[in-house]
């Protein structure tokens, strides 16, 4: 990091102005800007005036002492880094100084010029660093403000786009799906099929596949299949198709078992129907392997090909065709079922029972009303109808069951929904912004007193907080290399590694857990090490004050929210960055920024023919 020395102030406070020179002189060929002030009073005044880098103040003043100042300096500037320097070893002083005034090196008098030096150059490093992520935070958000503007008026574009997009879509299904139907209707016309089969044989498919898990897409390509399951038996002659199977001559039934073939040949050029070509092939083949064209058995035969073979024999023995009457769908039942094994799937014609009760709980319904006659020009939104529909040529037209909408028909029970197979999905996806979830803090406690350790797991009982307890430095560093520990708790005085010691290591390894140090035998050397060598957040002495020590772990925890948050913000602005060098290579002075009078970034409008382009990008996907 490049570092101007001159842009960073260090104020020193001390009541001794023998002190203030010599410090002065000393730090003065280090080229920072220095300020003085005697006493507390007058180095707040300071900080109200000016930025300021690094804080050296002594703890013994008259009035305001060095905690005292130190605390409130930490309101006024909190990114000044703080420091403590003083002739007179008092325990409490130092404790206060920690915890109060959040002091980031203690200096003793008198000091070491090389330390004093060192230790200073590092704090205004420290201090240019958070400024430098600050105001990567600004610029980041500056850039985001400008870029949600820009967005959100591309946005409107969009989704005016998109509004025509999902028309011509939806079109697009309506006339796929009505281009269906009308081949079924044509299937029937030419292949002399009784009223309605191809429907449903449909519409029992694709409840038989919902009921067997089938994935949304596979039912489309099922309900598909079925509509033109017999498409390949246009072309065969009048005569044929009037026989019954058992009737056929050896030539006769040699080109009736090849219509699954060629219905798959004549579906086969449009590529959304190649996977239902695949089923109508198929949809005469037995489960033990004696059907035709292929004589395939078992889990070789497609589940949709399975699935529409069942639901084409329900509707062979249930429908009533040209004698009329309800649909007998008991008997169709029992036929089908001695034959489960052999020619049918018998898990699809278990499925099969649930697709035909709903089936016929909708006819019901409609049959349970008073059946009226009335010309066309007489119908009521609302209406349903009593019995099938076709039109003068013998298509197909409307289902009993069907309801009347203002001249139109809108398509009721029995029908499942508004099921359609498309031949090509187009999908616009919103990303949404997810919230990071916060998980159970961890807090880690070192102590060689299993006492100490029971005693604070007791402690935060009642806090939503995971304790984990150890009774050595080492088998500290072994649970903070497996778990994800955001705080740590250590008592100082231990045998082989030290609290200040192992606190130093998780600085050096993890810096970015939050460090506490505890201790019954504490002394201003002890604690000294623990806030130059770890530099902890906390100092605690043993009887601790529960509630003192439980507010304290909580406002650490929430520093290390904090910190995350900066962490994961400086991720991004490096991402962010990285990405931008990249399209700044692809596209040399794309990255170029424009700013006003006011300094405000400003961001070129996209051209009409950027946004035609993406227009016709999007068309292109649904066509």
Known sequence: MNITNEDYTILLVDDEENILRSLKRQLAELEYGIEMAPSGTQGLAVLDAREIAVIISDQRMPGMNGTEFLYMAKEKQPDAIRMLLTAYSDLKDTVDAINYGEINKYLSKPWDEGILKRTVVEAVERYALIKENKRLSQELSAWNTQLEQRVQEQTRDIQRNNQELQVLHENLEKNFHNSLKAFSGLIELCARQKSNHANMVAELSVRMAEALGVAEQEIATVRAGALLHDIGKIGISEAVLKKNSGGFTFDERKE??????????????????????????????????????????????????????????IDG????????????FAGAMMAIGRHGGIKYDASVILAAGSAVAAIEKSFCCVMDTQENQCPPGDLLPGMRLSRYVRTGTGLFFMSAGDRTDRGKHQHAAPHAGNRSFTPKSFCMHNKKIMER?????????????????????????????????????????????????????????????????LLAWVRKKHPQIIRTLFTG???????????????????FTKPWDPDELKLSIKLGLEKYDLEEERRLLLRTVQIQRNELTRIEQEYPGIGAVKRDFSDAILIDEMSKGEIEEIKNWCKSQVG
């Open 256 to 313: 009736y078992e090849q219509h699954p073939v060629r219905g798959q040949a004549a579906v086969d050029p449009i590529d959304c129907l190649r996977d239902a070509g695949v089923l109508i092939r198929h949809h005469h083949e037995w489960f033990n392997g004696a059907g035709y064209p292929d004589g395939i058995g078992g889990a070789e035969i497609p589940l949709g090909a399975r699935i529409i073979a069942v639901a084409d024999a």
């Open 521 to 539: 035998k504490a002394d201003v050397k002890t604690v000294m090490k623990a806030v130059n060598e770890g530099e902890i957040y906390r100092f």
């Open 317 to 328: 023995h249930a429908n009533p065709g040209p004698r009329g009457g309800l649909y007998d």
């Open 437 to 501: 979830a916060m998980k159970t803090k961890c807090i880690l406690v070192v102590d060689d007193d299993p006492n100490v350790l029971r005693a604070m797991v007791r402690l935060f009982l009642d806090e939503d907080y995971s304790v984990i307890t150890a009774d050595s430095a080492h088998a500290a560093q072994a649970v903070i290399e497996k778990e994800p520990v955001q705080l740590v708790i250590s008592d100082a005085m231990m045998p082989g590694m030290s609290g200040h010691e």
